[in-house]
């Protein structure tokens, strides 16, 4: 009943309308799908998609990831216990011992190892969430990212991602309420201030404004939750992505039309965080810099620092990270490593350490709804998935609603412990 017969890739289409992989996994009882999200800000540690690079969709075409899913992975895990996850990886592993994955491609690995995950489930006849634990039973804090700049649009503001997180709710259905109430207000401040075009989003469904400053977007934010009535309940979150305005060369960050060193930008960041009720930073400093990472953690005090392209979600990564005290949350995301053992190895290492862990989105997603069911069953304490709008990201959100429902009274929100 459980032994996989069947493992069958195909090309689809992500959130940007570009190819990536999509896998179907079969045993006698079920079947389980899952696809490769695809990052547009990416670690230089991360595993490596396969591309086609040739005429096809821009050359991003990933028919030979593709092919390796129908050939050789198809024939690796043929027989196996779909319920043994960590087997499974390790035969993928096997396949492709290379550091970035560059053989089978980090997309066909991922979408097999989460298809497997969730072939698992529907073969025992439980939610993906009670494959990871069967007593999972906290919900996280969500980072809605309402506001997109650097890699994500042409707003012009180098830091990525502004975000806004409802900690102050009881449960994740008013947080998720609120996000939307927010975002929706946010909309309509931007619009009066700079036009209609200021309704424009970015790649994670966060308005894409021609604002001049960091601050000017800060400030938009806080009033649409002023307005909103959530005053106190509601913190603000930044994802820097730091590495995309660092200048290896003069050891220079460009921020707000200044250059900056590193220990300017750092103070200029406790400036920010005196203005506003910060939280939590991203990425703040380029993704090598792990003392920086340390010092800036030092200054930020009660703030998280949140190691994404600093860590890639590598365990290696993470133990460095650890050791000189550089981090105090993790972002997961299972497609920068490759398997989903990998990533749950980071994950609960980083909870042994005691980090938080941040299970995270790409800004090309699918309507896949994975990283829902992880965040609940490894226990995290945050989730990113983008704005409350546009059905890639709504389907991570909508998923947690019906978790929260089928938990009922079980149901535990993080709420302000999340931090």
Do not use: W
């Not at 997309?107 to 097999?112: D, S, Y």
């Not at 429902?405 to 993080?414: H, I, P, Q, S, Y």
Request: hydrophobic fraction near 40%; glycine fraction near 10%.
């Amino acid at each position: 009943m459980f032994a996989i017969e069947r493992v069958h890739g195909r090309e689809i289409l992500d959130s940007r309308g570009r190819p990536t992989v999509e896998v179907d996994v079969f045993t006698k009882a079920a079947m389980g799908r899952s696809s490769a999200p695809s990052g547009a800000s990416t670690g230089s540690a991360e595993a490596l998609e396969i591309r086609d690079k040739n005429d096809r969709y821009h050359g991003r075409g990933v028919r030979k990831a593709v092919n390796n899913v129908n050939t050789s992975i198809a024939v690796a895990l043929r027989g196996l216990d779909v319920r043994r996850q960590r087997a499974i990886d390790e035969a993928l592993l096997r396949l492709d011992p290379t550091k970035n994955k560059h053989v089978m491609g980090g997309n066909a690995i991922t979408a097999t190892s989460l298809a497997c995950a969730r072939c698992a489930a529907n073969s025992m006849g439980i939610s993906f969430y009670e494959f990871l634990d069967p007593h999972a039973r906290k919900l996280p804090v969500p980072m809605f990212n309402v506001i997109n700049g650097g890699k994500h649009s042409d707003s012009g503001l180098a830091i990525q991602e502004f975000m806004i997180v409802p900690r102050g709710v009881r449960k994740f259905s008013e947080a998720l309420r609120a996000g939307s109430e927010i975002y929706e207000e946010l909309g309509a401040i931007l619009e009066k201030k700079y036009g209609a075009g200021a309704r424009a989003v970015g790649d994670e469904g966060g308005y894409a404004p021609r604002v001049k400053t960091t601050r000017d977007a800060l400030d938009a934010m806080e009033k649409a939750i002023k307005n909103s009535g959530y005053g106190k309940h509601v913190v603000l979150a930044l994802d820097c992505a730091a590495s995309s305005f660092y200048d290896e060369k003069k050891r220079t960050y460009l921020v707000d039309g200044k250059h900056m060193a590193r220990d300017n930008l750092i103070g200029y960041y406790r400036e920010l965080c005196k203005s506003y009720p910060i939280a939590s930073i991203e990425d703040p400093l380029f993704e090598q810099d792990f003392g920086g990472f340390a010092y800036a953690r030092k200054k930020l005090g009660k703030v998280l620092v949140v190691g994404d392209d600093l860590l890639t979600t590598n365990l290696t990564r993470l133990q460095h990270a650890v050791e000189l005290g550089s981090v105090s949350a993790l972002l997961m995301k299972v497609n920068q490593v490759g398997t989903l053992s990998e990533a749950l190895d980071a994950a609960m290492f980083a909870k042994g350490n005691g980090l938080k862990v941040i299970v995270s989105h790409r800004s090309g997603e699918t309507c896949d709804d994975s990283i829902a069911d992880i965040a609940v069953g490894i226990g995290a304490e945050l989730i990113k998935a983008g704005a409350p709008a546009r059905g890639e990201r709504l389907a991570k959100y909508n998923r947690l609603l019906r978790i929260e429902e089928k938990l009922g009274d079980r149901a535990m929100f993080l709420g302000a412990s999340a931090f």
